[in-house]
């Protein structure tokens, strides 16, 4: 048995079952995969693979626990990769971050900025998603680490830490009826069309219920991923926004009114989540001390150890309540410029 063959069966299952695509991704021929393949079944003395013909129909019972195996000896060669590069001395590697539009966006910039330039020899990569997309892309280990917000039992296969909790706004154009209204109700936000995000009113989401449980219907007319795109359609007319605090920028949302919304809807926390089974470089350390509050080399193993946090979760400066716009601008103090990482 081979590493190679454990890769190519890993890459064979990753590519829904298309040993063509299989192959492209691993640059590698078709031919030369399903031979690797069929030796190692010959090895096992199993059949990995029920097949129709010459396609592949899916994992049999031995496959899918053959393949579980073999992801986690796949994971600890690349540890032993990664931990011969550190004791080398290497500063060379790869940090892959799977997080939100909005965390990439208005969040992390400046702590990723600072993170490159005190590690020229480690690349970045960034890939966005939604909560349930992100924890499954650090489960499958196609990314590093999930920073992400919202229903933390997504990440309870992962190692998580508390990075920060936050409040929703409502946004509107300066012209809108809402705008005058220091503090509205959930009545007053559900007569108008609503833009969120598109996990916002799933029956597991905190808006959703917050509403429900005012027993108020929210008449929600458009949703999308990117805070960006929520303000592009507010300021369209086509509906009031409700998105994170961090989204609101006055040097570029001007004309915009932000309106706290803090007391309506609960408070959610973002977190940072990594597999517990993932080597944890010396840059992998630096990064996680950098994004969690109060975090060092000994509270991140103890989490790795199973040891439960403390639960104290610094929230994101809050937003001031904002009813007239631009006389009250400054008091908004850009939402996410006074957080730092």
């Given at each position: 048995m081979k590493l190679q063959q454990l890769r190519y069966l890993v890459a064979v299952v990753d590519n829904g079952l298309n040993i063509t695509a299989a192959s492209e991704a691993l640059f590698t021929s078709q031919p030369g995969v399903s031979k690797q393949i069929r030796l190692l079944e010959d090895e096992l003395s199993l059949q990995i693979f029920a097949r129709k013909g010459k396609s592949l129909e899916g994992l049999t019972d031995a496959g899918q626990k053959v393949v579980e195996r073999a992801r986690r000896i796949l994971a600890e060669a690349d540890n032993i990769k990664a931990l011969s590069s550190e004791l080398a001395g290497e500063q060379q590697g790869e940090l892959v971050i799977a997080t939100t539009p909005t965390q990439a966006r208005y969040v992390l910039p400046d702590m990723l900025e600072t993170f490159q330039r005190r590690n020229r020899g480690i690349s970045?990569?960034?890939?966005?998603?939604?909560?349930?997309?992100?924890?499954?892309?650090?489960?499958?280990?196609?990314?590093?680490?999930?920073?992400?917000?919202?229903?933390?039992?997504?990440?309870?296969?992962?190692?998580?830490?508390?990075?920060?909790?936050?409040?929703?706004?409502?946004?509107?154009p300066a012209d809108h009826p809402l705008a005058g209204v220091e503090k509205p109700t959930l009545a007053d936000i559900a007569r108008h069309p609503i833009i969120s995000y598109t996990y916002s009113f799933n029956e597991e989401s905190s808006l959703g219920r917050a509403f429900s449980r005012a027993g108020v219907e929210?008449?929600?007319?458009?949703?999308?991923?990117?805070?960006?795109?929520?303000?592009?359609?507010?300021?369209?007319?086509?509906?009031?926004?409700?998105?994170?605090?961090?989204?609101?920028?006055?040097?570029?949302?001007?004309?915009?009114?932000?309106?706290?919304?803090?007391?309506?809807?609960?408070?959610?926390?973002?977190?940072?989540?990594?597999?517990?089974?993932?080597?944890?470089?010396?840059?992998?350390?630096?990064?996680?001390?950098?994004?969690?509050?109060?975090?060092?080399?000994?509270?991140?193993?103890?989490?790795?150890a199973g040891e439960a946090e403390d639960g104290n979760i610094v929230p994101f400066p809050r937003l001031k309540p904002v009813?007239?716009?631009?006389?009250?601008g400054d008091q908004l103090n850009n939402c996410c410029g006074d957080f730092k990482l």
């Open positions: 970045l990569r960034l890939h966005q998603g939604t909560s349930e997309q992100i924890a499954d892309q650090v489960m499958s280990r196609e990314a590093d680490f999930a920073i992400a917000s919202g229903r933390s039992e997504l990440f309870d296969d992962l190692v998580t830490l508390p990075i920060y909790s936050w409040e929703r706004i409502v946004l509107v929210p008449n929600v007319v458009f949703t999308a991923q990117d805070p960006d795109i929520i303000k592009t359609y507010v300021r369209k007319g086509m509906g009031i926004g409700i998105l994170a605090c961090m989204a609101y920028d006055p040097a570029t949302d001007g004309d915009l009114v932000a309106i706290a919304a803090g007391e309506l809807f609960p408070s959610p926390a973002t977190w940072v989540g990594f597999r517990k089974d993932r080597f944890l470089a010396e840059y992998m350390y630096e990064f996680l001390e950098m994004v969690v509050p109060g975090a060092n080399r000994e509270r991140i193993d103890r989490a790795v009813h007239k716009h631009p006389t009250f």
